[in-house]
């Protein structure tokens, strides 16, 4: 036998469920008990009628009451077992009964053995001894599922007759009385092997049992498995072509390369910017491919880099080399593709041609400088000259002349203004407006702010008043760069408010912050022009803003320029009309 | 701070108009001596000559542009130890740091007012060690 299935079917056999094995052994012995019970009454029937001649008829009655009140009893016991509702969990509770009732049979014969076999003649006495013979054999039969039960059935039989015989004095008997253990113990001899055999076969069967239900299950389990991962399939399939598609279309240059640099494959974009076909690009290392020599060792690094640590890379700009020969500068994103065992499979390289980005980039610039040169200098002039003529110091000038120079001051003002924001914005959104900010006291600030624009209010015959006291708070902020914020609040404050009236400015301290409001009492913010008041070129009416001037591009720096200071800017309804704007501002400690 | 008050002034700048305007402010409006330079080749000689007390530079201009004069004159005997007003419509404010790290004393940014560039002037002379 080969020992590795043996002791595979060892383990199946532990595999079972050994309740499941003990109810199975209670159930076969209770399915015996009819065919006991009925045995026993044709058998007790027989032995009453043959033993009826004896001297001890009542005791052959009263043994008959017994072997009657104990089969009603066992009966009981059936029937209760049948309808039990627990079989498995009370399994050891009814198999003592069940070996109670077997050690009560067996004890009734073994005291019909002991009464009787003495006072009755030869010949009954064989057919006691035959029967007796008789139920301990065919106990093997009903107890065998489990031999302690077989054991106490034939020892309530064996022992009393037994002793009857030892006793008897007569010695061919005292030698049978030697005979019967020896019968005794082969007897629960067989019926221990029986019970082993009915043991193993319990637990086999419990086993096959499990592993098919296992196996069903198991089954069940690989069948929606299946069905999942068909769907899965599908899916990466889509996945897949999608992926495809884009890259094939992808306006974008798209490589995938190996661990190692060489190139796996290219799409047309790829093939278009660099001017090989994928066919030619494919297996080349793409450091000599695609990069200037002088390049080659940083770049070399990099991939290196990306590879160990298996993050990707964007932004990454490089000069590129067609195989034309021209040089291009790239933009690349950089992103590897990881396994489960953290190998990467492969990168996927994105590419971008920037040349002509970065010469726009370059022409708004010099747009930018020459924009800030070529129209200051021209206003230099305009403005200035208009205002040694407006200031007097070239003498009286007609009245109607004045105010005409006035004029033309005031709107070379306004194009300054535009000009200042315009540039303002633009180095805001290219990132090049550096803040120099240091420890201030905000009051200081504030104070300044309504000094410098004093002057602008009286135009609008306006006042510009702090309300209460201004706390003498630090911030860290650009000095410069806050009072154009507050220049531009309170000039907008200014322009909005009706004549005679007062633009209020006031400061609250909340926790860890300050906040400056600058309060109106002009007509306030429209509704629909709430939420897009920050943007770039905001006026609530286009018409209003012509007649009180202004670019629209005052609030949006203002924003952006409280944002890089770390704080906020906003405003709020005042009771009574009008419009507080604030800006907060985190104190510094 | 000068003992002396400021009232002779040099300045480089090679735009007419803007030099005219600054001519009439510095004179009308802040009573002072000027001496303006139209080709920044000859500005050296002509500031020897005139011997301001304070000479300003316009930053663009054709030839030798003001920051490259202003080395120049950093590098000339009676001229190097002349305080330097840099006028502006383009420094950026690196630009203007670089030239105060250089000597440079001021920086005024174009348009600027001819009501007020005499007391900006003033200002800044009075600040001198």
Redesign the interface.
């Known amino acids: 036998m080969d020992p590795s299935n043996a002791s595979a079917r060892i383990s199946l056999r532990q595999s079972a469920d050994p309740r499941l094995v003990l109810a199975d052994r209670v159930r076969q012995l209770y399915s015996q008990m009819p065919t006991a019970i009925i045995s026993t009454l044709i058998v007790s029937a027989l032995a009453v009628y043959e033993l009826r001649e004896g001297r001890y008829i009542e005791i052959l009655w009263f043994w008959g009451g017994l072997v009657v009140m104990l089969t009603l009893m066992r009966t009981v016991l059936y029937l209760g077992y049948r309808r039990s509702t627990d079989k498995v969990g009370d399994a050891a509770q009814w198999l003592r009964w069940l070996g109670i009732s077997a050690l009560a049979a067996g004890a009734t014969w073994g005291f019909a053995a002991a009464v009787f076999f003495p006072s009755h003649a030869d010949q009954q006495q064989v057919f006691i001894a035959f029967l007796l013979a008789v139920l301990v054999g065919g106990g093997i039969a009903i107890y065998a599922v489990s031999w302690p039960i077989y054991a106490l059935f034939a020892a309530g039989i064996l022992f009393p007759f037994n002793y009857v015989l030892a006793t008897f004095g007569n010695r061919l008997f005292a030698e049978i009385a030697f005979i019967v253990p020896v019968f005794y113990v082969i007897n629960v001899g067989i019926a221990y092997r029986l019970n082993r055999v009915f043991n193993s076969g319990y637990r086999l069967r419990h086993a096959y049992g499990k592993l098919t239900d296992d196996y069903s299950a198991l089954n069940q389990r690989l069948e929606r498995q299946l069905v999942e991962l068909d769907e899965a399939r599908r899916q990466v399939e889509a996945s897949g072509r999608k992926l495809a598609l884009f890259a094939e279309r992808s306006p974008i240059a798209v490589f995938e390369f190996d661990a190692h640099g060489s190139i796996l494959s290219a799409n047309p974009a790829a093939e278009t910017l660099f001017g090989y076909s994928a066919a030619e690009l494919i297996g080349r290392t793409g450091t000599e491919t695609l990069f200037p020599s002088s390049d080659r060792n940083w770049i070399g690094e990099r991939w290196s880099d990306l590879i160990r640590k298996r993050e990707p890379l964007f932004g990454l700009r490089t000069e590129a080399t067609r195989r034309d020969g021209a040089t291009i500068t790239c933009e690349w994103s950089l992103t590897p593709l990881v396994n489960a065992e953290n190998r990467v499979i492969s990168v996927i390289v994105q590419g971008r041609d920037i040349t002509q980005q970065l010469e726009a980039e370059r022409m708004k610039q010099e747009f930018t ?1 020459t924009l ?2 070529e129209l ?6 305009i ?3 208009l ?2 003529i407006n ?1 007097g ?2 003498g009286d000038i007609d009245k109607d002349v004045l105010e005409l120079t006035s004029i033309a001051e005031r709107n070379g003002q306004r194009l ?1 203004d535009l000009i200042n924001d315009i540039l303002d914005i633009e180095k805001i959104e290219s990132g090049k407006l ?1 803040l ?1 900010s240091e420890p201030m006291l905000l009051a200081d600030m504030v104070t300044e702010s309504l000094a410098l624009n004093r002057g602008f209010a009286d135009r609008f015959k306006v006042r510009l008043a702090a309300t209460g006291e201004l706390p003498p708070v630090k911030v860290n902020a650009d000095r410069k760069r806050l009072l154009q914020v507050m220049t531009n609040l309170l000039s907008n404050a200014a322009k909005f408010s009706p004549e005679g009236s007062t633009v209020q400015v006031s400061m609250e301290m909340a926790d860890g912050t300050v906040r400056v409001g600058v309060g109106d009492n002009g007509p306030g913010i429209p509704e629909s022009f709430r939420n897009r008041i920050f943007g770039r070129f905001a006026q609530a009416d286009m018409s209003y803003t012509r007649q009180k001037g202004g670019t629209g591009l005052g609030l949006s720096i203002c924003k952006r320029l409280i944002e890089m200071m770390d704080g906020k800017i906003g405003f709020s309804d005042r009771s009574g009309g009008g419009t507080t704007f604030w800006f907060e501002l985190p104190t510094h400690r | 701070m000068p003992a002396q008050p400021l009232d002779r002034i040099c300045y480089v700048e090679d735009d007419e108009d803007i030099q005219r305007i600054v001519r009439m402010s510095l004179e009308r409006v802040g009573k002072m001596t000027v001496e303006v330079v139209g080709d920044p080749l000859m500005a050296i000689d002509r500031i020897r000559a005139f011997k301001p007390q304070l000479v300003m530079l316009d930053w663009m201009m054709p030839g030798l542009d003001g920051p490259a004069l202003f080395a120049k004159m950093r590098a000339t005997a009676d001229v190097n130890e002349l305080p330097v007003v840099f006028i502006t419509a383009k420094a950026s404010q690196r630009d203007l740091d670089d030239l105060r790290a250089m000597g440079a004393v001021g920086a005024i940014s174009k348009p600027f007012s001819p009501k007020d560039l005499p007391d900006q002037l003033r200002a800044i002379w009075h600040a001198l060690p």
Not at chain 1, 376 to 381: A, D, F, M, Q
Request: aromatic share 4%; hydrophobic share 40%; charged share 5%.
């Open positions: 400088s800030s040169h200051r200098t021209p206003l230099t002039s403005i200035g000259s205002q040694l200031s110091v070239l300054l550096a120099f």
